[in-house]
């Protein structure tokens, strides 16, 4: 079956703009969660959907937010970009909210962000 | 403040040779999961670790979960060049929540 997919896999955008990210989850999962993973921080948390109400929030500013529809599709936006938010953004899912043995989470490949 | 202290970050080892990466927290887990990723690509689950002083093999490759389930470890044993990597830690504090915490990732590079 198909995996996570996530676009667009690169883009670049300048300070102030805005950007939107995609992530379709393998057909069946209804958890999808996001994380941001940059060389300093290494993989932090965003935020995590199921069913398309957000049932966890990371520690990041208002300016990154994000949703998930009927269909368990994601986005994730982040407005008002600045430097510090280039970055891998990594999209997971998974069949259930349950974390441990049976319940494997998927990563995407990752959107990449540059921010100039 | 880094919740999961993953070491040693870089490690460059020669072929057939034995490694263990250390996952380290004060925080308990219900669950502590493995990742390698490769570059450009997202993590790839290894293996989940959910009982304290569970061990689990994958050939090569064993994963012990602490008994206060406060730390893990991954050994290799006779490492090789296709083990090369960034292998990742990550607890989940809650069972119901998809909350991972990620430790820093352990760059590992095996040497023909």
């Known amino acids: 079956k198909a995996g996570v997919t996530q676009t667009p896999r690169y883009l670049i955008k300048t300070r102030g703009q805005q950007v939107t990210l995609s992530c379709s989850p393998i057909?069946?999962?209804?958890?999808v969660s996001w994380y941001q993973q940059t060389p300093g921080q290494g993989l932090q948390f965003l935020f995590e959907?199921?069913?398309?109400?957000?049932?966890n929030k990371g520690n990041f500013p208002g300016r990154f937010s994000g949703r998930q529809f009927s269909n368990s599709r994601s986005e994730m936006n982040v407005s008002t970009l600045e430097l510090g938010d280039s970055a891998l953004y990594l999209c997971?899912?998974?069949?259930?909210?349950?974390?441990?043995?049976?319940?494997?989470?998927?990563f995407g490949e990752g959107s990449w962000l540059t921010v100039v | 403040t880094q919740l999961l202290e993953q070491s040693p970050q870089f490690l460059s080892i020669q072929e057939g040779e034995n490694l263990t990466v250390y996952c380290n927290s004060s925080s308990v887990f219900s669950s502590l999961q493995w990742y390698r990723q490769e570059p450009g690509e997202g993590p790839v689950l290894l293996v989940t670790?959910?009982?304290?002083?569970e061990v689990k093999k994958l050939k090569r490759l064993t994963f012990q979960f602490g008994d206060a389930r406060k730390d893990s470890s991954l050994h290799i044993t006779a490492a090789q060049p296709g083990d090369t990597g960034l292998y990742l830690c990550a607890g989940a504090l809650s069972q119901g929540a998809q909350k991972l915490v990620f430790g820093q990732g352990t760059r590992l590079t095996i040497n023909p």
């Open positions: 057909s069946g999962h209804r958890s």
């Open positions: 959907y199921f069913s398309e109400t957000q049932r």
């Open positions: 670790v959910v009982t304290g002083g």
């Open positions: 997971a899912s998974s069949f259930s909210q349950q974390v441990g043995s049976g319940n494997t989470i998927y």
